[in-house]
């Protein structure tokens, strides 16, 4: 079946502007994820959702950063005045939950600031 | 919070060696430990897996070894061909079995480099 997608695949803007990310997972998938990962670095936790509530947010950087989820299917996540060091890869995964605990990426957005 | 190191950072064998990529991680209460493949510019993708209930699993090339005592565990893959080139990534979390969901701790990454 279709993957984990992501839009856009690449998204150029110029500092303080505001970004909107969108990620459709897994169809059926439970658990939705945000990473960021900066060039040559490992992934960096941002938020998850169970279902459209968001029981972990500690990994959001700063209150520019937010995100949100409609029930159990797309979500958004949304970067306000952005700043060059929000430049980076950001990734999305979904996760079945019922029948697993694995999480399945999608292919990232890739954004660079101005 | 959770905190996961892995070694090395980067790794070259000949073709046909195996190589070994090690991670310890901090929470006694994480219980899956994933790792991931990840080719330049895609996204990571899932190699194995393995829960706190068992202390070895085998994919035919790769293995992966846990340690619950010593919070470590290693990936380890043999008969390495040209295409495991990659960078690998092992993580924690502590969702298995709690039935929510739960963030993973990634560690810094392996640069694997098969060469001929």
């Known amino acids: 079946g279709a993957g984990v997608s992501q839009s856009p695949s690449n998204k150029v803007t110029e500092k303080g502007k505001d970004v909107e990310l969108r990620c459709d997972p897994i169809s059926g998938h439970t658990a939705l994820y945000w990473y960021r990962q900066r060039l040559g670095q490992g992934l960096e936790f941002l938020i998850y959702f169970q279902g459209n509530s968001a029981p972990d947010k500690s990994g959001l950087p700063s209150d520019r950063f937010s995100a949100e989820r409609t029930g159990e299917s797309v979500s958004t996540l949304t970067i306000q005045r952005t700043q060059q060091e929000d430049s980076a890869v950001y990734l999305c995964?979904?996760?079945?939950?019922?029948?697993?605990?694995?999480?399945?990426f999608g292919p990232g957005t890739r954004l660079t600031v101005t | 919070g959770e905190n996961v190191e892995q070694h090395p950072s980067t790794l070259s064998v000949q073709e046909g060696d195996s190589a070994v990529i090690k991670c310890t991680y901090s929470d006694s209460a994480s219980n899956y430990f994933p790792w991931y493949k990840q080719e330049l510019g895609k996204r990571p993708q899932l190699i194995i897996d393995?829960?706190?209930?068992?202390g070895e699993k085998k994919d035919q090339r790769i293995a992966v070894t846990l340690n619950k005592t010593a919070k470590h565990f290693s990936l380890h893959i043999t008969e390495t061909q040209p295409e495991d080139s990659a960078v690998y990534f092992c993580?924690?979390?502590?969702?298995?079995?709690?039935?929510?969901?739960?963030?993973?701790?990634f560690g810094t990454g392996t640069r694997l480099q098969v060469t001929l």
């Open positions: 393995i829960r706190s209930n068992v």
């Open positions: 995964a979904s996760s079945p939950m019922r029948q697993g605990y694995e999480q399945y």
């Open positions: 993580a924690a979390s502590r969702s298995y079995g709690t039935g929510t969901a739960s963030k993973l701790t």
